[in-house]
């Protein structure tokens, strides 16, 4: 067990190791040598957990979902809002996150499957529009395939500009503007009337993502 | 004015090689070697014209925005429109519009001021916007340096998704769907009622622009 619990710690180094690096120097001129000397750990240790420096920039890209948990609500819109509201504090707040989605915009990181995390995305805001749209919570003419796709490509943009230009200290702002714009265009009336995007609920969101983390873990 | 022309031409020349070498290996990673093994001039010729590394991506980052030209309109929401089909047609033809959309995303082209070509589009928008209030084609709500700034993120997202997905080869598709999410948000239904977002009106902007191009240059 001890031994299951030093493997699952090395794994993690490496993981933030190689997020680390392929933040400061991009996917292609990252290196093995450069993931080493940053974790600490050898050649053996590196290999045995990732066959390849693709498999690390994957699983990179795979740990943004990691104990990402969002609870049921009522309203599916709520709750697609919430997920965008968590994963805003964590691209703020988590390293392994901004390189995650530093990576998926890498158009250098040939040999990558950029792709699978926007389709994650993607599946996840779908699901829930569908749902939204059963129980009457969205307009009409609203197609969820569309609209999951705009959802995606809007708030993948928002992110780049808040970055590039204050990078991120302005996410939060920038996102529910993007939401206040969207929204009206995706839901009904009364369902807009109670969505809850404000910055206390974010935080309480996070609060039970990692309270729901502990309890699995043990 | 041979000499002028020519000293144009190697301009061109060179600043197109850079936006190859650029989209190529990333800005951190290209050099001025590559680039004057791509343009085929001489290390003279080419700090005659750019000093360094970091002007020459300025240089890309900004042309972008050259010849950049869209008619005055009667409603301004069709201009903005105007401006991001125009945009679109140009991002999915033009090497050099390209390489600018990926410098200004390149999180490690450290020295460059990315910002700047957002605060241009930024700036473009806020103002058709301010004109748009001004005739009274915008929702009562509306905060023009707001939503410009949603209108650009949003933007900038679509194209990294439809990058990422399908190297742009449904970029428009899922321009207009944007704009079909957007518009009901910020214009008064008279006006949506009349918006002109078709293929046919994009290829139309751009001969437009080319011939405006053509006889400036004349």
Known sequence: MAEQERAIRTRRTILFAAAKVFQEHGY??????QILAEAGVTKGALYFHFPSKEDLAQEVLLSQNQDFFVPDRPSKIQEIVDMVLLHTYRLQTDPLVQAAVRLS???LAHGVNRGESFIHWDNLLQE??????AQGELLPHIVPAETSGVLVGAYTGIQS????????????????????HLLPSIAVPSILASVDMSQDRMLKLHADMTAQAQAQAQ
């Open 161 to 180: 500009l808040s970055q590039a230009l204050s990078k991120h200290q302005d996410l939060s702002t920038r996102v529910t503007a993007l939401l206040r």
């Open 128 to 133: 829930r529009l569908e749902k939204a749209q």
């Open 28 to 33: 292609q001129a990252a290196t093995i040598s």
């Open 105 to 107: 915009l890498d158009e």
